[in-house]
């Protein structure tokens, strides 16, 4: 009779922790669109460094020229322009790998290009977010804007995640 229940405190313990595991688990979806934001986050910092640290890009303004636009003034131009592109080259990585990699298997609505014009307007949300970020903490707190960038990426996940998963490639409707 002991051997019995011990066999059967075995079983429910393992049926309590497989469910238990498959509530934890990550879906493959969400792990694959962390990878691509991991490498979009660095693949947006070194773009950042190239246009605003390096003289690669010459044309662009000199770091700590201040420019005004209408009520907005801004003290340095070079930053917030290498921000935006730098968030743009992000976008196009971002779009390019969750196309072919992360959503491959999602229903695709609309002609690529549309797709692609959607994924920047919904993703508006967090650039956005990265550029305030940066473009606040470092010349206001002169936080370096390598760690105001990574700030702002981290503030920026759960909108891209939302909007990617709802709008963009949303799941296929069962039943």
Known sequence: MQPELARQKDRNLLKTEASTFRHLRLSSTLVKFLIVGGIAYLINQFALFLLYDTSLFWF????????????FTHPDLRLLLSSILAVEVAIIFQFNSHERWTFRDRVRPGWGPFRFLKFNLTSAGSPIIIVVTVNT?????GISPYLSNTIGVLAGVTWNWTMNNLVIWPQRQEG
């Open 60 to 71: 662009l303004p000199a770091k700590d020229t201040a420019a005004g636009f209408l009520l």
């Open 137 to 141: 903490l470092t010349p206001l707190f």
